[in-house]
């Protein structure tokens, strides 16, 4: 176990929380006597969850989906799954080649957890895979297509094509656990006619397509980044592709509705309508002429990935604490009350090392569904280790 640094933190960084915040503030449990451990014990290995736009525990609380690897880059390893209460793991795919260790095989939990899915590299082409946890029986759900995150309590998983060479398949497209159909939902198309100027200016004239969907808690809406693909199978480049932009749109209707020209690491909020962006700054995805909102007293810590917990009353977000204080190199993960009143952190390490990949991990911190456990990655070592902060009461 590793003992909270928070207090350590209020006072070399000058944090804005108070150690003895009255018991009802959202803050409260997370401002002091916090736990923070790898979540598995296994030595020699990293051990990565995906993304901070997905919850690496499993609906039910009880087991913890990562992706281990031996490799020193971290882009080649199995999915596991971990009995939080015995250590079990459990093996649900070996030998998987991702793209990065940066998100690794965006591996995520799907139907209520019946399934565990992700996309994979088999000989040179692009596949999406669904498994069932008790069976480990396997769908091959797509092939030359990668999957953005969808909720894990739905059936619905969003498809994409390759954002490099991604051929005449440019939309976005859902598949349905539960009918084993995939469908057409959001089509590039609708995206450059709605934003044709922009689109013509930022890509230079280059095909787009629909890249990075993530599905809303309620799976009636999404947003997504554009890609104008440079061509060719190499996928491990920063120059594969130009991303950018932040598109919502609504899946019931097919309707795109909200648009912002810059995409940085937005994230829903529970209602499926607010999307938090790094800088902290709170949008409308609905109502286009809504003014946003900017959490002026939470720190913006640079590289920050945001996201908001269950209860919509806490964000939780990374970064580098240079503009605190802190030594180059060093990273925290910080809680904040969503009113902007409150913030602390939790957790100070060094981000240097890990995982060797071309595109490096990031802690990507996110919320368990309870709002009680943080998991985020670490890299203060060889190896890069998916940690759990545990708050007071937890």
């Known amino acids: ?115 565990v899915a992700w996309h994979e590299v088999v000989d040179g082409r692009w596949r999406v895979v669904a498994a069932d946890v008790e069976t480990l029986e396997r769908t091959v759900v797509a092939e030359d297509r990668q999957i953005g995150f969808g909720q894990p309590s739905s059936n619905l998983l969003p498809v994409y094509s ?119 700054v709170v949008f409308d995805s609905v109502d286009p002429a809504a003014p946003y909102q900017k959490l002026k007293e939470i720190p913006s810590l640079r590289g920050s990935h945001p996201s908001v917990n269950p209860g919509g009353t806490l964000m939780v977000s990374d970064g580098m604490t240079e503009s605190l204080g802190g030594p180059a190199g060093e990273w925290a993960i910080q809680v904040g009350d969503l009113r902007g009143v409150h913030w602390t952190l939790i957790h100070r390490f060094d981000q240097t090392k890990g995982a060797k990949s071309w595109r490096r991990n990031d802690p990507h911190p996110v919320f368990s569904a309870d709002g009680k456990r943080i998991y985020y990655n670490v890299s203060d070592g060889e190896f890069t280790r998916l940690f759990v902060a545990e708050c007071s009461g937890g």
């Open 1 to 115: 176990m590793f003992s909270s640094p928070v207090h350590f933190a209020v006072v070399f960084l000058c944090c804005a929380a108070s150690p003895d915040l009255p018991a009802d503030e959202p803050l409260a449990p997370w401002n002091k006597d916090v736990v923070n451990h790898p979540v598995s014990e296994v030595a020699g290995r990293h051990t990565i969850h995906s993304y901070y736009t997905a919850n690496p525990e499993s609906p039910d609380g009880k087991q913890v989906l990562f992706f281990a690897s031996t490799d020193a880059r971290g882009e080649t390893g199995d999915i596991i799954v971990l009995d939080r209460t015995t250590g079990a793991e459990k093996v649900i795919a070996s030998g998987i080649v991702a793209e990065d260790a940066h998100r690794v095989a965006c591996q995520q939990w799907l139907a209520g957890g019946r399934l």
């Open 162 to 280: 390759r954002h490099w060479n991604p051929g005449s398949d440019r939309d976005l497209y859902l598949w349905d656990a539960a009918t084993g159909e995939t469908r057409t939902a959001i089509t590039a198309a609708a995206v450059e006619e709605k934003h044709r100027e922009w689109i013509a200016k930022e890509f230079s004239g280059k095909p787009i397509s629909i890249f990075f969907p993530v599905l809303s808690p309620d799976s009636k809406r999404v947003f997504f980044k554009l890609a104008a693909g440079n061509g060719g199978d190499d996928y491990r480049s920063k120059n594969a592709s130009h991303r950018q932009g932040i598109v919502a749109a609504d899946l019931v209707t097919g309707k795109v509705e909200w648009f912002r020209a810059k995409w940085g690491h937005p994230a829903w909020f529970p209602d499926s309508r607010r999307i938090l962006e790094m800088g902290n």
